[in-house]
């Protein structure tokens, strides 16, 4: 590459800046710049195909590395999607374990309502059984109105009918 400067630098014209040349390229000389020239130009040649090279071995290598990144990225996003799934089943299994507890809290709950409602209407049924037989034990009243007192024989006794 020197010799190709070196060359460049000898053959400048007048106006150009650099150091100053008197005279111009001489026609008869052209045979003696083309033989200059040749073992520049050999040089360019393999230099040229070797850059070639170089680039066509870094396209290569840049593909490489583009479809590693690419499996690489699509493997995470693979992982995101299988966890992503897991925490969804965790997140169900934790609120189904929550809804079955709170369920059976209120089960138990109203359990316990129902257990001391059928207390206290056990508890009332014998008051007022215990009510109903002192009225009957002081007055001699029954508590059955008097329409509906069976007196003599039932009335299914005397129609023939249940009701």
Known sequence: ??????????????????????????????????AELDPVLSCLGPAETEAQQIREAAAQQAEQKRRATAD????????????AREVRTESAAHT????????????AESEREAALLKRRAQQR???????????????????????????????WERDGSRG
């Open 1 to 34: 590459m020197a010799a190709f400067r070196d060359f460049l630098m000898r053959f400048r014209p007048a106006g150009s800046p650099g150091p100053a040349v008197t005279t111009g390229v001489p026609a008869d000389r052209s045979a003696d710049l083309v």
């Open 96 to 107: 189904y374990g929550l809804a079955k507890a709170e369920a059976a809290e209120c089960l």
């Open 125 to 155: 049924m014998a008051l007022l059984v215990e009510r109903a037989l002192a009225d009957i034990g002081q007055t001699g009243a029954s508590v059955v109105p008097a329409g509906e007192r069976a007196e003599g024989r039932s009335r």
């Open 72 to 83: 690489k990225a699509e493997e995470i996003v693979s992982l995101a999607r299988i966890r």
